[in-house]
């Protein structure tokens, strides 16, 4: 079975701050590994994925991930945050037999001025 | 960019109606979902659709629910007999692929769904 467990369900930092959203998964196969966002009353929009190719992910927005299989730990990162970076972001775990996605709690991200 | 679309955005119901709730994927997307997300909790995958037919389905996804495919664009999702707990924001999504083909899931803005 597959799972996912997002540490933090509130994160808080300031304009320009790191930001770093953290993700660890549990997976009996090779993961496949995503993180989602979504913005007020929109749907989910795909931040980024890793699919065994690079263990270090860039995605949109700035964002990027690391795959670390010894940690089993996908963290979200960001080196600078954005007013606009407000948000919630999932994690998200798949097998590459099924199309399912197991979710993460999400974490909300507040950037203060 | 192509878009997964879903209506209505919100929609009332009374507990113990049935409510059908529409979805037009993406165009050259072969594989169908739904997902829940009761307010607070976590994105709850419902089933996946392929060829005409249900790959995998979630415990959450009963003899109440039911998904089809009518017309070659739309792609709905019935609830039979609605009860206050499946107030929800229901997400369509669409991939051409299985995800783990290196093909991500596209999802809708979503209906809210809620229940009185």
């Known amino acids: 079975a597959q799972s996912v467990t997002q540490l933090g369900s509130h994160v808080s930092v300031s304009e320009g701050a790191l930001v770093l959203l953290r993700c660890n998964y549990s997976s009996s196969v090779p993961p496949y590994l995503f993180w989602y966002v979504q913005y007020p009353n929109q749907g989910l929009q795909l931040l980024l994925k890793?699919?065994?190719?690079?263990?270090l992910v860039k995605g949109i927005n700035g964002f990027e991930a690391e795959f670390k299989k010894s940690e089993t730990s996908f963290h979200l990162t960001k080196p600078s945050a954005h007013m606009s970076d407000a948000a919630e972001y999932f994690c998200?775990?798949?097998?590459?037999?099924?199309?399912?996605?197991?979710f993460g709690q999400g974490t909300t991200l507040q950037v203060k001025p | 960019e192509p878009e997964v679309t879903q209506t209505p955005s919100h929609q009332v119901t009374q507990m113990g109606q049935e409510v059908i709730l529409r979805c037009v994927p993406i165009?050259?997307?072969?594989?169908f979902y739904w997902y829940r997300q009761i307010l607070g909790q976590k994105v709850e995958f419902l089933v996946s659709f392929y060829n005409n037919e249900i790959s995998e389905k979630s415990e959450i996804f009963d003899d109440q629910f039911s998904v089809e495919r009518p017309d070659g664009s739309n792609f709905t999702l019935k609830i039979r007999s609605t009860k206050l707990e499946d107030s929800a924001m229901y997400f369509c999504?669409?991939?051409?692929?299985?995800?783990?083909?290196?093909?991500?899931?596209?999802f809708g803005n979503g209906t809210r769904l809620t229940v009185t």
């Open positions: 999504a669409s991939s051409v692929f299985p995800p783990g083909n290196n093909s991500p899931l596209h």
């Open positions: 165009s050259n997307h072969l594989y």
């Open positions: 890793y699919t065994s190719a690079a263990t």
């Open positions: 998200a775990v798949s097998s590459s037999n099924t199309g399912k996605l197991i």
